[in-house]
Every structure is written in C-alpha cells, then in structure tokens.
C-alpha cells in the first residue's frame, strides 16, 4: 500500500491525477483460481482466460490468476458446489452439465432455437438468463457476471462416417456435453454418452465412442480422432452456452476498488474478447476445414433441407425432457427462453449484428501466440 506523510494540494492533484489515469497500483493484488472443463490453449475459449488473468495482472499488478482446464481441478458440477462453498473462486460454467446441481440451469438449451449469430449473442438479454442470475445468487451464493458460446457451429463428429440424417446417428454411441442433449441424441437413435471433454480424445481413440457433439473449437482440437465433422447451420444440433460465476464468499471479501476493476475487465474486456475470438474461430475454422463432399473429412454444412431432417426427429424431445426435470417455474421458463429465443431471431436476422463485422485479423495475434497449445503458456508464466 501507498503511504504519505502529509498530503499536500500538489501531491493531491497527483494523485487524482493517477486514478483518472487508470493506475491501479494502490489496490490489493487479486488471487484467484479459474476452472474449465474445456482443454488449454489453442482452444479459442482458453485463449480468452488467459486474456482476462493478463488483464488482471496489468490492470492490478501482483495478482494471480491460476487458470485449470479440462476438469484438472474441478468438474462443473463439482466446481459450483466448491463456489457455493467458498472453495474455489470462478468458473466457467456451461449450463447443461450444471443441471445436476440445479436443474434449472437446463431451460436456457435446446437445438434449433438460437439461429442466428445475433439471437446466440444476445442470450444474456433475455428475461430467462436474468432470472437464472438470480437465481443462483439467491440459491448457490454464485454471482454470474454473463454469458459466452465456445461455438456458434456446434455439431456432431464422427471416427469413420459422416452423420447427416437420423440413420446415421442411430445406434452410434456418441459423447454429449449433458443430459439436455441426451434427449436428441435419443430423439435420433444413438446411444448418448455425456463426458467432460478431457475424456473424450481418448474415449474416441479408444472406441468408447463414436461419435461426439462439440463446437467447431472441439473439433479442431479432436480432428484427428473424429475427421468427419456436420454442423446444422447456427445451433442446427446443439446449443451451447457458458456463464462465468464467482463464489459470493470470495467476492464478498474483496475491496469495492477490486470489485470495481475486476467487473470492469469480465464485462467490458473479457467477455467481448472471448465472443470474438470464438467467433473469428469459427470464421477461421470454417474456411480452412469445410467440405462440399460428404464423404471426406472435414467440416460439412448441412443444407436447409438436410438440417430440417433433423429438427423434425428431434420433434420438441429437449423440452419435453427438460419438463420433467423441472418444477412449475421450469416448466414456464422452457417456454418462455422458447419465445425468446424466436423473437430474438426475428430480432436479428443472418448478417445484420456486430459480431458479424469483427475484423478477425486483430485476432490472429492471439491464436499465433498461443498456437502451440498450453505448453507454450505455461512456459510464458514460468519466466
């Protein structure tokens, strides 16, 4: 800490003067340990966390940001019970496999609802998302800062055959991120196998599974494993979006300046980096990797037809067995984020939001630096 003798009209200018200036040097250094259940680096959402933990560290020198990915500390179901009880600081949490611990958490899923960049954009503004905030502050003692996607283009990717229609998925044991997914993938014939993603490179090496539902980030990182990769146009066969929480225990007993500071980066630095870096990922993916034949590794687009094939067999199934795991409350949120989610489609049609203006070229940067995967930041944050 700073400390002065005398203080006098000079010295207080100064150090006005400082403080607009965005010096932080006189706030207590922040200790933190963030958990994920998704890989390191070069994964576009690890990117993002070690973004945030530089920001912290530039922005409040002497703090720490301890960054565990793919269930190396905790699972998500584990890592929001260690929030509730004080002992673990942040997550990234992804709403399906947080619905063991509350089953709420399932209203926000679902294939087919959020289509366009837009509407998956703007989950966080829906009155579904500010009640689940609530919700978990009221239930959990976690306080959720907002919402991120790892991929706007989840899909399904196969070891030794494309999946297109529902023949292709049945019979085929196939990771899913959480039971919501379960119901389509049950909806088409497979055999669903929820796993935290650390698990799945060797489960598909292995012949544990198939097949597995992921983002175009996840496919990038298992594209050896699984070539075969078919998404349905935005969220054709999956959802899938995170909330990033802290324990109320831990937040309670920061400073209002730390408090300060750390909001300001989550909101207005972290979490429009991570949406652009995973979007400008999906861009970048997309061009390196799509294929027109159905038969040749690499990522396929199904086409309107292809991916209705889809949504008809899946027939409403994620709703219905969202409902039976949910009180009456549930039960209206499933229809209400439903109505949402239509209107934010309507609200935001195929080009028309900012996302889809990001100069993702800024970006490059960041997946040069960290193309080499975790080893590279670790050896970074050993210097």
Known sequence: MLRFRTLTTAVIGAVILIASTGVTGAVEPIKLRWASDHSGPPHPAAIAEVYFAEQLEKKIPGSKVLIFWAKSLYTIPQGVKALTQGNLEMITGQFGKTSSIEPLANVLLGAGKLTTVGAIDGVDSTKTFKY??????????????????????????????????????????????????NALLSALGANPQAMAFGDVPPALQTGVIDALLTSLGGFNATKEQAPYFTVAGLNGIVGDYYWFGASNRWWNKLSQAQRDIFTDIIKNDFMPFQRAINYCNDKRTLDKFVTKDKNAPGIYVL?????????????????????????DTGDKLVDQFTAEAEALVKANPPGSHALEKTDCSKYEKYFARYGKGTELFKAKKRK
């Open 132 to 181: 689940l905030v609530d919700h978990f502050n009221k239930s959990h003692d976690i306080t959720i800062f907002g919402a991120g996607h790892l991929s706007m283009y989840m899909g399904a990717g196969a070891v030794k055959a494309r999946l297109i229609g529902p023949a292709d998925f049945a019979g085929k044991k196939i990771r899913s991120m959480g039971p919501a997914e």
């Open 303 to 327: 086409s309107q037809a292809e991916a209705a094939v889809i949504k008809k067999a899946e027939n409403g199934a994620t709703n219905a067995w969202i409902k039976t795991k949910v009180n």
